[in-house]
């Protein structure tokens, strides 16, 4: 028999010991009930490693507790983390030297391997208490400091994954947040994948680790070699130390960012190449790195600057992070800020940066490539200048490249770039890519589009192509130029051509209106309803203001688009409307981001294009003739995650620019077809997806309602093999569907996909939790279930069942020979507990209803003990509604939970007067759900309070908190 004690956590622990680390068995710890520190340990190491007394490390521990004692408050966990590490590493000075002079104290040796490395499972804290302790599967502690926690499921059990031990991981810190103040990071697998995240991550920013560009996973053997690499001592403490940032939200939260795989292997390809070359005296000085538009640059370079300027050996280095343009410089710079990054010192003028190399300042400088561009002497000859080059494909403009080679001769100069570099692209290879890097392609570290995808940084991207007469045929322009200019010279002709056919067509009145027409049409119908936003990219700055004019008179309303546009040489003024500075251009697409601002369109010709983070932007109307680099940065703006309605970036094509994609974009064929799909390609497939699952489904009326259709059809799902497998694939079909919804040709599927998302959701488990294989459906397959809902009669209310004795005799005689019974039953129970969904009271009964089923399906009971199980169960649920109910009415209720949410946010920054907030919530909310018959089946009343809700947190009182958020409406729907 397999199970998770016996599979993964005795995998894991001999991963472990394969890894540095020694084992010993919980119970053999020495260590207090309620410590998280075994001191022991740690007093032998400050001793071993510092000179310094006994009694003088014990003060150092003294320190540690308290800090420790200050992170048992959930809210505090992240700023606790923070300054633990801030103790290790930086504030870590004592006066134990001669005559009270301070001296470093290091907790750890220069090679962890020498330190006391343990590695132990079914940790209990607090430990032996009266009402025992949370058990952890793994726990990892280097000289007594437990600086890794792992949550184990099991592997054998379909429904279960990784995400469930997520879940596990953030009831862990919330329940006992003191164990995790040390905490490095937390991971959890099932044995086919290894996901991690740094504390007080949701489980939708939980991401994989693979020890290598491989990426081998699937397996429990993957998942083995996967794990040594991430919990190697050395590499656990180089995380901790460099490759961790915390930073703020928008919103003003604080939270902690642990690097990404790849953004670890490209950080480190970096610094050791640096580190070699500058030991040896010898080697390549440059390379090149592509990763994904959106898997995280930005933060690659924060956390490969952080290690270089620590590092010792490097005699204190200079690092220079140069974008190509202002916006990204600001950018930059916001994120090394926010995440406390010290010495920063941003060049904004030409004088600026000459300073900087002149007074030879070893600090991290951010400044563009441009300002490089009147430098026409050397600036400093030093070999220890390390150059971070974003966009590097983009820098070799001119000679500005060439430029800053010159004046900086010694220095080191890396390339990063998040589109593919083409093959022909000789000038980027040649500039940043180093012959020793040539049998991988030329990289020194790669991150491609499906690796995105795939590991869920960035969504895929989708294209939907229009009428054909939409689109420029250069061709038949060409004919009819030639028409037109028979007279001239073929020279003169094809300037004529080159200057006007393009421009003639995009400018074209009668075009742009018609195309307008198509644009707001298909945004009514794909993306409004969503709540998400889109963006018009057009052929010049004319277009730009006749497009505007155009979907503002169709829109009926000029507050719904803004054209965003660079305005240098408009000797004309025609433009002056549109003249912005840095920070009136910032507040607008601030507000384009917001949910509630009444933009939903930003129309742009060159500006937005490549840099542009806009989670909420779903869908590029795309009528400007691109290619190459251009064209994938810019579609790109519309692949960044957002919300779970939000399943792929969406290019709506008026140029034809994907009627051949591989050839368009010209790089990697196979790679570029994987993350960029044609919507009409996926409506081919529909109907093989919809087949795939009615085959689950032999035999089966599907014109039958009512509960003996829904039982027919769960009896063909009894295997919980079966189960998941129907999961996955109703998961993929419902994903087309809701990317090319709601085109009419679904209509002809209408009848069978209502029918297969129905079921789908009658045998979703109750207490899936973080489960990534029973997936949320998406806003339109919900819709389509509430607008085609069955009351289904099953008889005998729950109430009587449970209350009556000879009933329940009778349901008990009457399932031994018909077995229908117990599903009668168990689905009523069902039915009662999705009443409370979401309730944290019910949850309990959730679970135990889907351990019984599994009991039944591994036949550890009989079917008619379940049936007992089950009316025990009942009973139970009902007893739990009725003391519910007896103190207050369900809208007191929803005003007592929402009290509890918003004083529990409540800061001395952050001041809100609860009892306000709380009552305009409930004022609100009760004058929408009135107006609806039945407000939680309607998709138009769910928006509708959705929007009302976040006007109030977001507008009202400045709670710009998604987690905030969520949590409110889920009150809201589960009382009101």
């Known amino acids: 028999m397999f199970n998770e004690d016996n599979t993964v956590e005795q995998m894991l622990i001999e991963a472990a010991t394969q890894s540095s ?33 006994r009694q003088q490390a014990e003060q150092v521990i003294y320190k540690l507790r308290a800090a420790i004692t200050c992170g048992g408050n959930y809210d505090e966990l992240v700023t606790a983390n923070d300054r633990f590490r801030t103790l ?12 009270g002079e301070y001296i470093p104290i290091r907790f750890f040796s220069e090679d962890a391997v020498e330190d006391y490395c343990v590695v132990t499972n079914q940790w209990e804290f607090p430990r032996s208490s009266v009402e025992g302790g949370k058990r952890l599967d793994l726990v990892y502690l280097i000289n007594g400091i437990p600086v890794c926690v792992g949550e184990v499921k099991s592997p054998v059990r379909p429904q279960i994954t990784w995400a469930n031990g997520a879940i596990d991981m953030l009831h862990y810190e919330k329940s006992i947040p003191e164990m995790f103040v040390p905490n490095i990071l937390t991971f959890a697998t099932e044995g086919k994948e290894l996901q991690y995240a740094g504390i007080c991550a949701p489980v939708d920013k939980w991401g994989p680790w693979f020890k290598d560009e491989s990426r081998q996973h699937g397996t429990i053997e993957s998942v083995k070699s996967n794990v040594m690499g991430l919990v190697q001592p050395n590499r656990l403490l180089d995380i901790y130390r460099y490759y961790s940032v915390f930073t703020g939200t928008s919103s003003g939260k604080k939270i902690k960012i642990v690097c990404r795989y790849q953004q670890y292997l490209g950080g480190e390809a970096i610094v050791q190449r640096v580190l070699n070359t500058y030991r040896e005296k010898q080697g390549p000085k440059k390379g090149l790195i592509w990763h994904f538009q959106g898997s995280g640059k930005s933060w690659l370079m924060v956390f490969a600057a952080q290690k270089l300027r620590l590092q010792n050996e490097l005699h204190a280095p200079t690092v220079v992070i140069v974008d190509d343009r202002i916006d990204l410089e600001d950018q930059i710079t916001g994120d090394f800020t926010r995440a406390d990054i010290p010495n920063i010192e941003p060049a904004k003028t030409k004088e600026e940066l000459v300073a900087f190399f002149k007074q030879d300042q070893r600090k991290i400088l951010i400044t563009t490539i441009f300002k490089f561009g009147d430098v026409d002497s050397v600036l400093n000859e030093r070999d220890n200048i390390i150059l971070l080059v974003d966009e590097a494909h983009r820098t070799q403009e001119k000679d500005l490249g060439q ?13 990063l770039t998040g589109t593919p570099i083409n093959k022909r692209d000789k000038n980027t290879f040649q500039s940043f890519g180093a012959d020793e890097d040539l049998e991988k392609g030329g990289y020194i570290s790669k991150y491609t589009f499906q690796n995105s995808v795939e590991d869920g940084a960035t969504l895929e991207l989708n294209f939907q192509t229009v009428p054909v007469e939409m689109h420029l045929n250069e061709a038949q322009l060409q004919e009819e130029f030639d028409e037109l200019t028979d007279q001239i010279s ?28 198509y644009i707001v049409n298909h945004f009514k119908e794909y993306v409004e309803p969503t709540g998400m936003k889109a963006q018009v990219v057009v052929y010049n700055r004319d277009c730009c203001v006749k497009y505007k004019k155009a979907i503002d008179a169709l829109l009926g309303s000029e507050d719904a688009t803004t054209i965003v546009m660079h305005t240098a040489g408009d000797k004309a003024d025609e433009y002056k409307a549109y003249c912005r500075d840095r920070e009136q251009e910032r507040k607008l697409l601030d507000q384009f981001r917001d949910p509630l601002s009444p933009i939903k369109m930003v129309i742009v010709t060159s500006k937005l294009l490549t840099g542009f983070d806009a989670p909420i932007l779903q869908c590029m109307y795309l009528d400007k003739p691109m290619k190459d680099h251009t064209l994938l940065q810019a579609i790109c703006r519309t692949n960044r995650k957002y919300n779970v309605d939000k399943k792929c970036g969406l290019i709506v094509d008026f140029v034809g620019v994907f009627d051949n994609v591989a050839k368009s974009l010209a790089f990697d064929e196979e790679t570029v077809k994987t993350v960029v799909k044609n919507i009409d390609e996926i409506k081919v497939l529909i109907p093989q997806f919809l087949q795939e699952c009615i085959d689950f489904f032999p035999g089966v009326d599907r014109t039958i309602g009512g509960w003996e259709g829904l039982q027919a059809a769960q009896q063909c799902l009894l295997d919980e093999s079966t189960k998941t497998n129907f999961a996955k694939h109703f998961s993929r079909l419902a994903k087309a569907w809701e990317t090319v919804s709601p085109d009419a040709m679904l209509a002809a599927y209408q009848a069978d996909y209502t029918w297969l998302a129905q079921v789908y959701q009658s045998v979703r488990p109750v207490s899936t939790g973080g489960s990534l294989i029973w997936t949320l459906l998406g806003a339109k397959t919900i819709e389509i279930i509430h607008r085609n809902i069955d009351t289904i ?32 039953v168990e689905k009523m129970l069902r039915l009662r507990l999705g009443e409370h969904h979401g309730d944290p009271n019910y949850k309990v009964f959730a679970e135990k209803l889907d351990e019984l089923r599994r009991h039944m399906e591994e036949n550890l009971i009989t079917s008619i003990d379940f049936l007992r199980g089950l009316l025990t169960l009942a009973k139970e649920v009902l007893e739990e509604e009725k003391n519910s109910n007896q103190p207050l009415d369900k809208r007191e209720q929803a005003k007592a939970a929402l009290t ?54 977001w507008v009202n009182y400045q709670i710009k908190d998604q987690e905030v958020f969520d949590k409110a409406y889920q009150y809201i729907e589960m009382y009101y």
Do not use: C, H
């Open 793 to 824: 009669d099953i008889g005998t209310p729950l109430e009587d069942l449970v209350v009556d004795g000879d009933v329940i005799d009778m349901v008990l005689e009457q399932a031994k020979d018909n077995p229908k019974k117990i599903l009668e």
């Open 490 to 517: 073929e020279e003169e002709k094809n300037e004529l051509v080159k200057r006007t056919s393009v421009e003639a067509f995009f400018t074209a009145e009668k075009r742009i209106n018609d195309v307008a027409r």
């Open 403 to 415: 430029k800053m080679r010159s004046a900086l001769p010694n220095a080191f100069f890396f390339g």
């Open 21 to 53: 680390w020694q084992y010993v068995k919980s119970q053999d710890i020495p260590r207090s009930s309620d410590s998280v520190l075994v001191e022991s340990w740690l007093l032998e190491a400050l001793v071993r490693l510092n000179p310094i007394t």
């Open 900 to 953: 509890e949410l918003f004083e529990s946010i409540k800061t001395e920054d952050t001041p809100i007067i609860v009892e306000r907030v709380v009552a305009d919530i409930d004022e609100n909310v009760v004058a929408i759900v009135r107006k609806f018959k039945d407000a939680f089946k309607s998709i138009t009343a769910q928006r509708e309070i959705k929007k009302k809700l976040r006007s109030i947190l």
């Open 88 to 99: 290790l590493f930086n504030e870590n000075t004592e006066p134990f030297g001669k005559d």
